[in-house]
């Protein structure tokens, strides 16, 4: 690199931030985010190009598991640098030819944004330079029913995402707002849940004593939660 030339810097939204305004032309009309989707939980996510085969199976597995986002109050919003009539073009070609595990005739209906200038892209840090300059790696933002960034999981263009893993987040934070606890590692609903650290000696000892709690020291304490109940507040069954 030559000395005079001053290496790009990517801006990322933090956790806790409102989510970024735009608006843009998407193959489902024109949106306006997040406004649009006031109360609602938003995965907002990119891809690198389409009529590409890792792009082609994520879009597949996303529009099969549509309906069970929806069913925890989340829609779906997908963006990459190409065109409208690229998209349209792309999804077509989607529904009409490919079959992937078992997935044929899908069709893809949440909006995929047109996002030529970069101009979204650039907003949500979706373009890495050092991983390319023309393309959006494949970032996945959780944006909360009040606009706020909640959650970030950026993958390299070469690596499909896990999408059980995406769907288990969205669940596990509904679930710690919902119930004012954390999730451990691997938390699914009905496995224990985490109880925040005790504030004082006073609440740590009855903790310690409380049948209800699982406590294996002071500041490791877990309680049960169960499964249909976390069901019935989260997907709202």
């Known amino acids: 690199m030559e000395e005079n030339q001053v290496q790009e810097v990517v801006s990322l939204p933090r956790i806790g931030d409102p989510a970024p305004e735009f608006t843009a032309v998407t193959t489902q009309g024109e949106i306006n985010f997040p406004k649009d989707y006031e109360g609602k939980w938003v995965i907002l996510f990119s ?6 085969p890792v792009c082609t199976s994520e879009f597949m597995t996303f529009a099969s598991m549509q ?4 069913e925890a109050n989340c ?18 070609t989607i529904k009409e030819k490919i079959e992937y ?19 979204v892209a650039k907003k949500y840090g979706m373009i ?17 029913p009040k606009g706020i960034v909640r959650s970030m999981i950026y993958y390299p263009l070469s690596l499909g995402r896990n ?16 119930f004012g606890v954390a999730t451990p590692a691997d938390w699914r609903p009905g496995d224990d849940v985490i109880i925040g650290p005790a504030g004082s000696c006073g609440t740590a ?3 310690m004593e409380d049948s209800e709690i699982d406590c294996k020291d002071w500041f490791f304490c877990t309680k049960k939660l169960d ?6 507040k989260v997907l709202k069954k």
Request: proline share 3%.
């Open 75 to 92: 829609d779906l919003v997908g963006l990459s640098v190409d065109g409208l009539y690229s998209h349209i073009a792309w999804l077509r």
């Open 205 to 207: 000892k009855d903790r």
């Open 128 to 144: 890495q330079p050092n991983e390319d300059t023309t393309k959006a790696v494949r970032a996945v933002f959780f944006i909360d």
């Open 101 to 119: 595990k078992g997935m044929k005739d899908v069709e893809v209906t949440f909006p995929l944004i047109e996002d030529i200038t970069m101009n």
């Open 47 to 52: 891809h690198p190009a389409d009529f590409t």
């Open 163 to 178: 999408f059980d893993e995406l769907y288990r987040a969205l669940i596990a934070m509904q679930t710690a707002d919902e």
């Open 227 to 232: 499964k249909d109940l976390v069901l019935d």
């Open 67 to 70: 309906d069970q986002f929806k």
